[in-house]
């Protein structure tokens, strides 16, 4: 749950700053990490994100920024509070067994969801905060 770490290294996208990400939140399987940041997006990635701008999907609907994100106890949905809008958003995780990830380019998105595929040389994503 802490946006500073290890396991969590990747989930800065280029341009954002430390204050962007406001809220992080794992799975119970440990297997995926949700976000919130100040734009209003829900992020999901594959844990641990440790590549530099990590592969995601990204949500969009809250009307700024998301206060507060958590998996329900089964790991089957997801639920982000909004600041300013004070909405709550319901996610149903699908878990697709043939799938590479949580941002696999190849598969179609839905209403406000963006697929962020890896870049096409990954770099760790601790040697930027270590050069």
């Not at 802490?2 to 280029?14: A, K, N, T």
């Not at 609907?61 to 790991?75: E, K, M, N, P």
């Not at 958003?89 to 839905?110: I, K, L, M, N, W």
Request: contains cysteine.
């Amino acid at each position: 749950t802490c946006v500073l770490g290890f396991p969590v290294m990747g989930i800065w996208e280029s341009g954002w700053d430390r204050t962007d990400v406001n809220t992080v939140s794992t799975s119970g399987d440990k297997r995926l990490v949700v976000l919130g940041d100040d734009f209003g997006d829900v992020h999901l990635l594959n844990n641990p994100c440790i590549i530099q701008h990590a592969p995601r999907r990204a949500y969009s609907g809250h009307s700024s920024h998301v206060a507060d994100i958590t998996f329900l106890l089964d790991d089957q949905r997801v639920i982000s509070a909004g600041g300013h809008d004070k909405a709550l958003f319901q996610f149903r995780v699908e878990h697709d067994p043939y799938s590479a990830g949580a941002a696999q380019s190849d598969v179609s998105t839905r209403p406000g969801e963006s697929v962020k595929p890896p870049l096409p040389n990954p770099k760790r994503a601790w040697k930027e905060f270590c050069a």
